[in-house]
């Protein structure tokens, strides 16, 4: 059973950082893509960064470019997310999800594994 769990979130104020760490367990990391999606109250689901199997390759969305950065250790089976000049409007819950292929993308159907999610919360 893979399990994906989500720590380091909580409140920081405007211009503040915070990082973000996912462990997976039970399953195949270092041959998987892995992203990271947010979810504000009453909004969609949306991407925030996905990074290839080997570390290479990032993508992010435009809202977090130059802010964020996703990272991976594939000794320690861990994702992360440094999220640095943090805003209001970043405030949500954040997971992570493990992708079913060795490339990144956007999309949330290409992920099949999902944590359970961590809460951010960016005071003004």
């Known amino acids: 059973q893979v399990q994906l769990v989500e720590s380091g979130g909580g409140l920081a104020q405007t211009g503040g950082s915070l990082r973000l760490s996912c462990v997976v367990s039970?399953?195949?990391?270092?041959?998987?893509?892995m992203a990271w999606f947010r979810q504000a109250p009453g909004k969609e689901r949306e991407f925030v960064a996905a990074?290839?199997?080997?570390?290479?390759?990032?993508d992010y969305t435009d809202s977090v470019k130059g802010r964020f950065t996703i990272s991976r250790d594939n000794a320690k089976n861990t994702v992360y997310l440094l999220m640095n000049s943090l805003k209001p409007e970043d405030t949500a819950v954040y997971y992570c999800?493990?992708?079913?292929?060795?490339?990144?993308?956007?999309?949330?159907?290409?992920?099949?594994?999902w944590g359970q999610g961590t809460q951010v919360i960016v005071s003004s």
């Open positions: 990074i290839t199997w080997s570390g290479r390759s990032t």
């Open positions: 999800a493990r992708g079913s292929r060795t490339y990144a993308t956007s999309l949330g159907n290409d992920y099949n594994y």
């Open positions: 039970g399953g195949a990391f270092s041959s998987r893509a």
